[in-house]
């Protein structure tokens, strides 16, 4: 799973392990390539995150979208100077090179989740783009969230799984309460 998904599915996670409470569940907090390598490795069952790209082999069912939101400070509206921004390589990266938000940014500070860069926003560190699932989740009244709409962007949620591989009778559960069909 990745970092920032963890909050939109471990409450499914949870509502799994409630009803089947003798089984036990591993989950990891990795970075995509690592976790789509495991899974064409035999290692893990279910991926969950966002994967732009699956490799050969790899499928994967819709579980959420959710577009791209602008964080700011309330007080602090409109300054444009430094975008907090997740690191090279990530799926908001990839979006944001061609959205045109990076244009005239000079003064760009990456960091690796959408928590960690709403925090530093709370903290006056300048503004962020992150996911609207991610933003939504938060409760801070300092904050002030603009969700960007589709136009500039709408990305998956997703579970992958290897394709042809039969799941445990545990794992399709999982799987199950994950998409929202118990």
């Known amino acids: 799973i990745g970092g920032d998904y963890t909050s ?3 409450p499914r ?7 089947y409470p003798r089984v036990e569940l591993s989950m990891r907090v990795a970075r995509r390539s690592d976790s789509l390598a495991a899974l064409q490795a035999g290692t893990t069952d279910l991926c969950m995150g966002v994967f732009p790209r699956l490799p050969q082999g790899i499928a994967a ?4 979208r959710t577009t791209m939101a602008l964080v700011t400070r309330k007080d602090d509206e409109n300054d444009k100077g430094r975008l907090i921004i997740a690191p090279r390589g990530s799926a908001i990266r990839q979006w944001l090179r061609g959205s045109g938000f990076l244009e005239g940014r000079s ?3 990456e960091c690796p989740t959408c928590q960690t860069a709403i925090d530093l926003v709370a903290r006056g560190a300048g503004q962020a783009i992150v996911h609207t699932i991610c933003a939504t989740r938060e409760d801070k009244p300092e904050l002030h969230i603009e969700e960007l709409g589709e136009g500039h962007g ?3 949620l997703v579970i992958a799984y290897k394709r042809g591989a039969r799941l445990s009778r545990a794992a ?7 998409v929202g069909s118990p």
């Open 61 to 64: 069912k819709v579980v959420a």
């Open 172 to 178: 399709q559960a999982l799987f199950d309460y994950v």
């Open 8 to 10: 939109f599915f471990v």
């Open 154 to 156: 709408k990305m998956q």
């Open 13 to 19: 996670m949870q509502d799994f392990l409630a009803a």
């Open 107 to 109: 003064n760009v500070l």
